[in-house]
Structures are given as structure tokens and as C-alpha cells.
């Protein structure tokens, strides 16, 4: 056999054993906790690529996914997220498999399964390591975990120095022996192998279905009796004169449907009964805050739009809700700050960590330490137990699922300031068209008919003066602005467009609290926000 053909065979041997692999890894995650090896090298992986790839890749996926319309993104993008991780994992085994196929020598029988055994160590320990420095919240204790990634990888290495002496070193000598009947049983052995593997394979998926056990463990942790805030409260603009035209994405965002956007293919999962918030550094002493610690101060609760820098404009990646927590510059005086702190670094359980300058905190008490959206503790996926809200910035400089904060006397780059995004990442003016209401036209047949066209206008807490529209290239006209649910959410707006049949293309532009127009030059979401203008248009 040449090398050539090894080397496919080595690939396709690779694909045949990787791919239980990952089942049982999957089996194991769901039912006992322990690492998913696939999304645990992925998300070592985006936390080692440099910063311009990973901003092609978010890139990519947000323009994908709202080109082809598949979904709302945080949820597709995070499925896609998890669908490479396992491709990628498929293939990295395959990739093993041919170089292995084409480097090993059949000198001895019991030398081509060392080899196998050796090269599944290695590929273990690197692996463990690797899951490791991911591996935010193990379910499990850290040692069983890395045995059973370690043992898993060395059967791996084990049953590919099988099959390479089965189909190239035996092969070659029943080949040379028997002719056309010794390839026929090499044939047999990878038809046998294949079938092996896809009985495994759907084993280990029927025994990964269903919450696992440390999702089970999560949820009943986070589950509490009462309902959402807003299930039994109005809105405080509930009486604005001002109407959202039926369409327009939902002024307060139901939680299941608000974004979420992160550095990890599954969240974390953080018991309450086990965390606790470090503080250090700069202190006087260290500090050990508990949940309840952090709810026993005076709460506050602002209703709040949040948006993610990747957000493209128009985009789904932005959405407000009511948050609940603590003002972090009411909690500064019983820190013991010591005189030369400037700085606050926050770390979060999934490695991301974020630097906030103690100004910005003394100079507004709307700095918090939130710990509740909608009057329900936050959800593992937004971030619990605790995640921190900095008016008028970017999702990106707001860590989650936080664990520790230290007082320090400098600034320094924050997870993706690091990695080339902007420092500030201040939430750029934008505004959208989310409906034209062709079927809901005011006025009466044969008389003055008008169209009603709305969406939202956002510019973080500097607040939205004007919004206006324009109708194929024409003047601009004003906008009805709703009162907004306070000065930190987006504004809905509506125009009645008096109807004129035909084909029409509209686009909408905003103005800031004090008067400043919202940036109209287009330019991509990297590295400080996306801007432009929003057009759509519509046949009447």
C-alpha cells in the first residue's frame, strides 16, 4: 500500500473511531458531568486565536445568519458555535488518524500498538490540559474528570494502532499471501469497525438525551415560585400616547427571548450554595461577599437596553429588561479601598474579565451589581449569580457570571479590548425599521389612507431627541416617539406614511439627547459598533 493511500485510509480510520468518541463524551457530559471534550478544546481554542480571527469568525456568522434569516442569532449563532466545535473535533481525529497512517513503520506487531497507546497519552494529556484552563464550572471533582478524558484517549490511541495493523501490517502479509482474498478480509475488518462504531455512536446519543445531571442540579437551584415582574406589573409608560405599530419588536423583551452572547458554547452552571465574590488587591483586607451579602444592600431597579458590540444594525442582538441589584458605588465605602486603587478588574468562572476605572463608579450610582432580571435571579445563561451593568457601554465590557473583583492602581485591556475591539466600546446611535403595517392602513377606503411604519431608535443613555424618515430618497419627515421606559432603553417610534401605490424604499435616521445625528458612513460592527443607516423596502 502506498503512502498515499495509507494516509486515506488513515483519515477515514480516524472518522470511524472519533465519532463514537464524541457520543460517549456526549453520553458522559449528559448524565454524569463531565467535560464534553469537543466544546471544551473549542473554547480553548477561541480564547487562544488571535483577535482579528475571532472577529472574522463573529463577523461571518452574525452576517450569515441575518442574510439567510435563520433565527433569531444569539441562539443560531450559539448553535453553530456548537456544531463546529463537534465538526472540528471530528476532523482533528481524522486529521491524527492520516498522519498516523502515514508515519508509523510496521516493525513489530506490539510496536504499532505502543505507538497507538503513546500517541492516545499524548493526545490526553494535551487534552486535559487544555480542558482545564476551559473548563469553567466541571460538574465533577477535577481528577475523575481528567482520568476519564485521559483513558478515553488512550483507548482512541489504542484501537487506531489496532486497525493499522489489522488493514496495512496484517493486510500487507495476507495481500501478499492470499492475493485478492486477504484484501477482501481488510475490507471486512473496516465494514466490521464502521458497524461497531455507528452501534456505539447511537447508544451514546439515546443515553445523552434528556437535562443532565449537572444541568439538573442547575435548574433546581434556580428555580423559585413566583413569576416574572412583569407578569403582574405594567410598564411604566403603559399609558404613553404614543403606540407601537403592531410588529415592532417587543418594547420589553420577554427573557427567553433576549440575547445572549459569550465566549462559551454551553454557559456556565455556578451553585449559589458554593459561590462566593472575592475581593483583593488594593484593600485593607480581603473581602467574602455571598449572594445574600450582595441582596441584603439597598437594591435598585432600572429597566435597561443592552446591546452586543457585534450587533449589526437592525440586528436582534440587543434588548431590554428590568435589572435588579446593587449600586456598586453605595457598596465602595465598606471595600476599605486603599488610597492608590484606580481600577476595579472583574473575573468572571468562564476566564473573561473586564477593567472598569473607580471614577466612572463614583461618578454614577447606576453601576450595579445585578443579581436579578424581571424579578427573577438572572439565568445561567444571562449570567448567574452576578454580572455587573455599566451605563452606556457595550455587552462586551460587562462580564457575567462574575467570581471575583480586584482593586487595582492602573488600567489595563479588558478579554476583547486585548484582542483588538474598541476601549471604550460607547454604544453607538442607531435606529431600524421592524414593521410597515401594510395589512393595519388607517382611514377609509377611497379616502386619505396612510401606512404605518415603526421600530426603535437607541443611543444608551444619551437618549433619543428625533427620529426621522425618509421615502425613496425624499425629504425627511418626523416621527411619533413613544416615551421610552426610562433613560436607559430604546425609544419605539411610528410614522404614518400616506399611502402611494408602488414599490417604496424607506430609511430611518436618529438624534441623539442633544441633537447629535446618528452616524450615517457605514461601517462594520469591529472594532466599536456597527453605523449606518437602515432601509427596507416594501410593495404597496
Given at each position: 500500500?502506498t503512502?498515499g493511500l495509507r494516509?486515506w485510509l488513515?483519515?477515514l480510520?480516524g472518522l470511524i473511531?472519533?465519532v463514537p468518541?464524541t457520543?460517549l463524551?456526549?453520553?458522559?457530559?449528559r448524565r454524569e458531568?463531565?467535560?464534553?471534550?469537543?466544546?471544551?478544546l473549542?473554547?480553548?481554542a477561541t480564547?487562544h486565536l488571535?483577535?482579528?480571527?475571532?472577529a472574522?469568525?463573529?463577523?461571518?456568522?452574525v452576517?450569515t445568519?441575518g442574510?439567510?434569516?435563520?433565527g433569531?442569532?444569539a441562539t443560531?449563532a450559539?448553535?453553530?458555535?456548537q456544531?463546529m466545535?463537534?465538526?472540528?473535533f471530528?476532523?482533528?481525529?481524522?486529521?491524527v488518524?492520516?498522519?498516523?497512517?502515514?508515519?508509523?513503520r510496521?516493525l513489530q506487531r506490539?510496536?504499532?500498538?505502543l505507538?497507538?497507546?503513546?500517541?492516545?497519552?499524548v493526545?490526553?494529556i494535551?487534552?486535559v490540559l487544555a480542558?482545564?484552563s476551559a473548563?469553567?464550572?466541571?460538574?465533577?471533582?477535577a481528577?475523575?474528570?481528567?482520568?476519564?478524558?485521559?483513558?478515553?484517549l488512550i483507548?482512541?490511541?489504542l484501537?487506531?494502532?489496532?486497525?493499522?495493523?489489522?488493514?496495512v501490517?496484517d493486510?500487507r502479509e495476507e495481500?501478499a499471501?492470499?492475493?485478492a482474498?486477504?484484501r477482501?478480509?481488510r475490507?471486512?475488518?473496516v465494514?466490521?469497525?464502521?458497524?461497531?462504531a455507528?452501534a456505539i455512536?447511537?447508544?451514546?446519543s439515546?443515553?445523552?438525551?434528556g437535562?443532565g445531571?449537572g444541568q439538573?442540579?442547575?435548574?433546581e437551584?434556580n428555580?423559585?415560585?413566583?413569576?416574572?415582574?412583569?407578569e403582574?406589573?405594567t410598564?411604566?409608560?403603559?399609558?404613553a400616547?404614543v403606540k407601537?405599530?403592531p410588529?415592532?419588536?417587543?418594547?420589553?423583551?420577554?427573557l427567553?427571548q433576549?440575547?445572549r452572547?459569550?465566549?462559551n458554547?454551553?454557559?456556565?452552571?455556578?451553585?449559589?450554595?458554593?459561590w462566593?465574590?472575592?475581593?483583593?488587591g488594593l484593600l485593607?483586607k480581603?473581602?467574602?461577599?455571598?449572594?445574600?451579602d450582595i441582596r441584603?444592600r439597598?437594591?435598585?431597579?432600572?429597566?435597561?437596553?443592552?446591546?452586543?458590540?457585534s450587533?449589526?444594525?437592525g440586528?436582534?442582538?440587543?434588548g431590554?429588561?428590568?435589572?435588579?441589584?446593587a449600586?456598586?458605588?453605595?457598596l465602595?465605602?465598606e471595600l476599605?479601598?486603599l488610597?492608590?486603587?484606580?481600577h476595579l478588574k472583574?473575573?468572571?468562572?468562564?476566564?473573561?474579565?473586564?477593567v472598569?476605572?473607580l471614577d466612572t463608579?463614583?461618578g454614577d450610582?447606576?453601576?450595579?451589581?445585578?443579581?436579578?432580571?424581571?424579578?427573577?435571579?438572572l439565568a445561567?445563561k444571562?449570567g448567574?449569580?452576578?454580572?455587573i451593568?455599566?451605563?452606556?457601554?457595550?455587552?462586551?465590557k460587562?462580564p457575567?457570571?462574575?467570581?471575583?473583583?480586584?482593586a487595582?492602581?492602573?488600567w489595563?485591556?479588558?478579554?476583547?479590548?486585548?484582542?483588538?475591539?474598541d476601549?471604550?466600546?460607547?454604544?453607538r446611535?442607531?435606529s431600524?425599521?421592524?414593521?410597515i403595517a401594510?395589512?393595519?392602513?388607517?382611514?377609509?377606503?377611497?379616502?386619505?389612507?396612510?401606512v404605518?411604519?415603526?421600530?426603535f431608535?437607541?443611543?444608551?443613555?444619551?437618549g433619543?431627541s428625533?427620529?426621522?424618515?425618509?421615502?425613496?430618497?425624499g425629504p425627511w419627515?418626523?416621527?411619533?416617539l413613544?416615551?421610552?421606559?426610562?433613560?436607559q432603553?430604546?425609544?419605539?417610534w411610528?410614522?404614518?406614511w400616506?399611502?402611494?401605490?408602488g414599490?417604496?424604499s424607506?430609511?430611518?435616521r436618529?438624534f441623539?439627547?442633544d441633537?447629535?445625528?446618528?452616524?450615517?458612513?457605514e461601517?462594520s460592527?469591529?472594532?466599536?459598533?456597527a453605523?449606518?443607516?437602515?432601509t427596507r423596502s416594501a410593495?404597496f
Amino acid at each position: 500500500m502506498t503512502k498515499g493511500l495509507r494516509t486515506w485510509l488513515g483519515a477515514l480510520i480516524g472518522l470511524i473511531l472519533t465519532v463514537p468518541l464524541t457520543a460517549l463524551f456526549y453520553a458522559a457530559y449528559r448524565r454524569e458531568g463531565l467535560p464534553f471534550l469537543p466544546f471544551n478544546l473549542f473554547d480553548w481554542a477561541t480564547r487562544h486565536l488571535p483577535g482579528k480571527v475571532l472577529a472574522f469568525g463573529i463577523g461571518a456568522m452574525v452576517h450569515t445568519i441575518g442574510w439567510l434569516h435563520l433565527g433569531d442569532t444569539a441562539t443560531t449563532a450559539k448553535l453553530a458555535e456548537q456544531m463546529m466545535a463537534v465538526v472540528g473535533f471530528v476532523i482533528a481525529g481524522m486529521v491524527v488518524g492520516a498522519v498516523f497512517f502515514a508515519a508509523v513503520r510496521p516493525l513489530q506487531r506490539s510496536t504499532i500498538l505502543l505507538s497507538g497507546l503513546v500517541v492516545g497519552a499524548v493526545l490526553g494529556i494535551a487534552a486535559v490540559l487544555a480542558s482545564r484552563s476551559a473548563e469553567f464550572a466541571p460538574a465533577g471533582n477535577a481528577a475523575g474528570s481528567a482520568l476519564w478524558i485521559l483513558l478515553a484517549l488512550i483507548v482512541w490511541g489504542l484501537l487506531l494502532g489496532l486497525a493499522y495493523r489489522r488493514t496495512v501490517a496484517d493486510g500487507r502479509e495476507e495481500t501478499a499471501r492470499f492475493g485478492a482474498a486477504g484484501r477482501s478480509d481488510r475490507r471486512r475488518f473496516v465494514l466490521e469497525l464502521s458497524g461497531a462504531a455507528a452501534a456505539i455512536s447511537i447508544v451514546g446519543s439515546i443515553l445523552g438525551k434528556g437535562p443532565g445531571k449537572g444541568q439538573e442540579a442547575q435548574g433546581e437551584a434556580n428555580r423559585l415560585p413566583e413569576a416574572a415582574w412583569s407578569e403582574s406589573h405594567t410598564l411604566p409608560n403603559a399609558r404613553a400616547a404614543v403606540k407601537p405599530v403592531p410588529g415592532t419588536r417587543a418594547e420589553f423583551t420577554p427573557l427567553a427571548q433576549h440575547y445572549r452572547i459569550d465566549i462559551n458554547t454551553t454557559p456556565p452552571e455556578v451553585p449559589e450554595v458554593s459561590w462566593r465574590l472575592q475581593w483583593s488587591g488594593l484593600l485593607e483586607k480581603p473581602l467574602v461577599w455571598t449572594l445574600d451579602d450582595i441582596r441584603s444592600r439597598p437594591a435598585m431597579d432600572q429597566f435597561i437596553t443592552l446591546s452586543c458590540i457585534s450587533n449589526e444594525i437592525g440586528g436582534d442582538l440587543i434588548g431590554t429588561t428590568r435589572w435588579t441589584g446593587a449600586s456598586l458605588k453605595q457598596l465602595l465605602p465598606e471595600l476599605g479601598l486603599l488610597p492608590n486603587a484606580t481600577h476595579l478588574k472583574i473575573k468572571s468562572a468562564d476566564g473573561f474579565y473586564e477593567v472598569v476605572a473607580l471614577d466612572t463608579i463614583r461618578g454614577d450610582d447606576r453601576v450595579m451589581l445585578a443579581y436579578a432580571w424581571d424579578g427573577l435571579p438572572l439565568a445561567a445563561k444571562h449570567g448567574f449569580p452576578l454580572r455587573i451593568y455599566i451605563p452606556d457601554r457595550y455587552g462586551m465590557k460587562q462580564p457575567k457570571w462574575i467570581e471575583s473583583i480586584e482593586a487595582m492602581d492602573h488600567w489595563e485591556p479588558g478579554f476583547w479590548v486585548s484582542r483588538g475591539w474598541d476601549r471604550e466600546a460607547r454604544m453607538r446611535a442607531t435606529s431600524a425599521i421592524d414593521a410597515i403595517a401594510t395589512d393595519m392602513m388607517i382611514g377609509q377606503p377611497g379616502g386619505d389612507r396612510r401606512v404605518p411604519i415603526g421600530g426603535f431608535a437607541h443611543a444608551g443613555v444619551r437618549g433619543i431627541s428625533k427620529v426621522e424618515v425618509q421615502v425613496d430618497g425624499g425629504p425627511w419627515q418626523a416621527a411619533e416617539l413613544r416615551t421610552p421606559l426610562s433613560g436607559q432603553t430604546w425609544v419605539m417610534w411610528r410614522y404614518d406614511w400616506p399611502l402611494q401605490k408602488g414599490k417604496h424604499s424607506f430609511t430611518v435616521r436618529c438624534f441623539e439627547g442633544d441633537g447629535t445625528p446618528q452616524i450615517t458612513a457605514e461601517a462594520s460592527p469591529e472594532p466599536s459598533g456597527a453605523t449606518g443607516l437602515y432601509t427596507r423596502s416594501a410593495m404597496f
